[in-house]
């Protein structure tokens, strides 16, 4: 088992950052293709970035590109999703989560087996 905590989250202004953290325990993180959702108030959870086991390859929504940047620490256990240019449509609760098949990274949350509890991050104009 994988036990996942965000932390970061808070209310910024538009045009501001945050920096949200994963950290895991349980198993090591360096098996797993990690992956960050956001679930805006009353929407589905939505894809917002994805990175390789290594570190090597990541993925982004379109509607983050440019602005947000997932990185991972192996050694801490923790990956990361730094999130700039902060527009009011940011705003949601953001999770991380692990997939066990490191092969790919991928969008779909279908695809990952364990989930944190959420990180509110609201933008205000």
């Given at each position: 088992q994988v036990q996942l905590v965000e932390s970061g989250g808070g209310l910024v202004q538009a045009g501001g950052s945050l920096r949200l953290s994963c950290a895991a325990s349980g198993r090591t993180l360096s098996r797993y293709a990690m992956g960050w959702f956001r679930q805006p108030p009353g929407k589905e959870r939505e894809f917002v970035a994805a990175i390789s086991w290594s570190g090597g390859s990541t993925y982004y929504?379109?509607?983050?590109?440019?602005?947000?940047?997932?990185?991972?620490?192996n050694a801490k256990n923790t990956v990361y999703l730094q999130m700039n240019?902060?527009?009011p449509e940011d705003t949601a609760v953001y999770f991380c989560a692990a997939?066990?098949?490191?092969?790919f990274i991928r969008s779909t949350a279908g695809a990952y087996d364990y989930w944190g509890q959420g990180t509110q991050v609201t933008v205000s104009s």
């Open positions: 929504a379109d509607s983050v590109k440019g602005r947000f940047t997932i990185s991972r620490d240019s902060l527009k997939d066990i098949d490191s092969r």
